[in-house]
């Protein structure tokens, strides 16, 4: 979209939204009218702003994006090869069966938090 159109949309002056675009000085309210215009999820220009390098998308909100999903078996496996990494890293101490206790207790506790919060990946 074009800065006028987005302007528009959020019911804001042109001058306004470029001093956005320019990371000047605006009211925080003035994200959360834009957010929603660039289907972008709520503080995500506060993320921009401390130095990520993209917004969040709402799911759906742009047909053009792809939402790709994380089953449990790919979070498993990149979380269990992170802990043995970091253990090795930074133990001389552990054994190989207490790294492998240590990736099950870690990917359980992963996946009970997801099932609590009701977040379904499948």
Known sequence: MHKVDVAR???????????VEEAESVRSTTYTRIEPILGWASGSCFDILA?????????GAVE?????PV???DLAEDVGAVV???????SDTLTAAEIR??????????????????IDRK
């Open 9 to 19: 949309a959020a019911g804001m002056q042109v001058n306004t939204y470029s001093k």
């Open 51 to 59: 130095g990520a390098t993209q917004a969040t998308l709402l799911e």
């Open 64 to 68: 053009q994006a792809a939402v790709s």
């Open 71 to 73: 089953c449990p078996e």
């Open 84 to 90: 043995q990494d970091a253990a090795v890293a930074i």
């Open 101 to 118: 206790e240590l990736k099950r207790r870690v990917v359980s506790e992963v996946l009970e938090r997801w099932e609590k919060r009701g």
